[in-house]
């Protein structure tokens, strides 16, 4: 009897994993000139570079993702044979936490630091949210001065526009932690003499306020009490607080709304002047978006520094007697007073109690930089582009190696968001130009061309000899149009034996074939003859004339 033949192993499939992407070229580029940019910013601000392992023990990344339940949830971790778990870092603070305790005897206090890399998160993808993206971080550890935060949020505001988000375009919000902590006490989720207490709760809370901008008041409210369904079906737990509880949270959650009317009422015993403020301040500030959670802030707007004060004033209406509570207000004003004085006003840094951050290691001030510009969704609708950054005060992360209490903030920036939001703003994305393609006439003159292309090379050119079947000269073409080239340069025989070289200006070839008559282009060729001599000069000219 034949043996049954062994089965053909199928091919693999070339796909990309669920949740990654692939980048080209001018995604590559951009991203790069992106981070130098950024970079450039962070060490004007005296920030020195850290690169550190992507890969980290479970134990020292910590359980600091939402709605981990088990040490390798949220993650991609594996088991070492001899060493436990370890898992590819989901962020780059809990790194820097343990950098700084391994080193801490060899670096200067405070150590200022900026690290830039992809991240990995196990979670589940959607559009536009992958599980490996770039964050790009600046840091500031031994430093408890509300100093440190105040010049974490101006540089935040500085990068911005450093790579290309105009004043107007974005907004820095900030809240401090401990107000909300205040806020928790009162409502008696958060009892200070029993920290671990109500602990599952408050982390519900957390999350849910975070997401205010997507979930609305409404859907806050829900997964503060029993739960909430989503438009799949996908039913999430609640902390199922009491009425009473809900109640004192939401006047957190809405505390814009209730500032606003507060503004109203202290206009109606101001002065002319504070009232015509108050009636600018409120007609400058339009809510959008589900949650009504994003505001305009017009730089033109002398009410701002209204805002800032009413706001600090109902937060200590808030937070009551609880001492916690009040230890974030005042760090939120001295916050304020530290920009004010710089010259960051509320058009670009403003104190917003919405702000919450999900992660759960934040202990004090909160940061979040939104952009404001509309965008078009994928529906057609109108909505704000949101948030690209945050960050926050996080004393208690390196207390875990070391035992001992060591301040710590500083931000993150989305730098994949930061790219889509340049994009949608015009800024980047148009077509990357490519190299100058040195065309082979004759495939036994190779030396010929490579000599060209060290010549363009040398003069700082982008340039490169075309290495696939020479035989058909317009698939060469083809190909210099595929890699958006904007030059071709030709030589035959004929050239060779005249000491000439041909120029071809593609650039003006397309142009010149999709939108123009011959009379409109007669007077400007695109291809030129030039002596050999006179190639990298030639090249020179005519991408000049295309800048």
Request: hydrophobic share 40%; proline share 4%; charged share 30%.
């Amino acid at each position: 009897m034949a043996k049954d033949k062994a089965k053909k192993q199928p091919r693999p499939k070339a796909q990309t994993p669920k949740g990654f992407r692939d980048y080209f070229g001018a995604e590559v580029t951009e991203r790069a000139q992106m981070l130098q940019t950024i970079a450039g910013v962070y060490h004007r601000y005296g920030f020195d570079a850290l690169e550190s392992s992507a890969v980290e023990t479970v134990e020292a990344l910590g359980k600091f993702l939402p709605d981990v339940d088990r040490p390798n949830e949220g993650v991609f971790a594996w088991q070492e044979e001899d060493d436990g778990w370890v898992a590819l870092r989901y962020d780059l603070t809990a790194p820097l936490a343990r950098v700084y305790a391994q080193h801490r005897n060899d670096l200067p206090t405070p150590y200022r630091r900026y690290a830039m890399g992809p991240v990995w998160r196990n979670e589940k993808p959607g559009p536009g949210r992958f599980r490996q993206f770039y964050q790009c971080d600046a840091d500031t550890v031994g430093s408890a001065s509300m100093a440190a935060d105040a010049e974490i949020c101006a540089m935040l505001a500085d990068t911005l526009e450093a790579v290309g988000i105009p004043r107007g375009d974005y907004i820095v919000r900030v809240n401090n932690r401990k107000v909300l902590n205040g806020v928790m006490e009162v409502a008696g989720i958060l009892a200070p003499a029993e920290p671990e207490k109500f602990e599952h709760e408050r982390g519900i809370v957390l999350r849910a306020i975070d997401k205010l901008d997507r979930l609305a008041e409404n859907g806050v409210r829900a997964l503060m009490g029993e739960g909430r369904k989503d438009e799949s079906g996908d039913f999430t737990e609640g902390a199922k607080l009491s009425a009473s509880q809900i109640a004192i949270l939401m006047r957190f959650v809405d505390a814009k709304a209730r500032i606003d009317e507060r503004l109203l009422q202290d206009a109606e015993t101001a002065s002319a002047q504070s009232k015509a403020m108050a009636a600018r301040l409120l007609s400058a500030q339009k809510p959008k978006g589900k949650g009504g959670n994003f505001y305009s802030y017009r730089s033109d707007n002398p009410a701002q520094a209204l805002r800032n004060k009413v706001t600090i004033d109902y937060l200590r209406d808030l937070v009551r007697d609880s001492e916690q509570g009040k230890l974030g207000v005042d760090e939120l004003e001295q916050i304020s007073s530290l920009l004010e004085a710089q010259g960051y006003r509320a058009d670009r840094i403003v104190i917003d109690p919405s702000v919450v951050r999900g992660l759960g290691y934040y202990t004090g001030p909160v940061f979040e930089a939104e952009l404001t510009f509309e965008i078009f969704d994928e529906k057609g609708r109108k909505r704000q582009f949101g948030s690209v950054a945050g960050g926050g005060r996080y004393d208690d992360l390196v207390k875990r190696f070391t035992g001992q209490a060591v301040p710590a903030t500083g931000i993150s920036i989305g730098v994949d968001r930061l790219l889509a939001a340049l994009r949608e703003k015009g800024r980047m994305g148009s077509s990357a130009q490519g190299p100058v393609v040195v065309t082979v006439m004759d495939r036994d003159r190779m030396a010929d061309y490579q000599a060209m292309v060290a010549e363009l090379r040398a003069a700082g050119l982008r340039a490169e000899v075309y290495l696939g079947n020479p035989k058909n000269f317009g698939n060469q073409l083809k190909y210099a149009d595929k890699r958006q080239s904007p030059v071709a340069v030709i030589e035959g025989g004929d050239e060779k034996e005249q000491g000439l070289v041909q120029v071809k200006d593609l650039i003006l070839g397309a142009q010149i074939a999709e939108n123009a008559t011959l009379e409109e282009w007669k007077e400007r060729p695109s291809q030129f003859t030039v002596p050999r001599d006179q190639l990298v000069a030639k090249v020179q000219e005519i991408l000049d004339a295309h800048r």
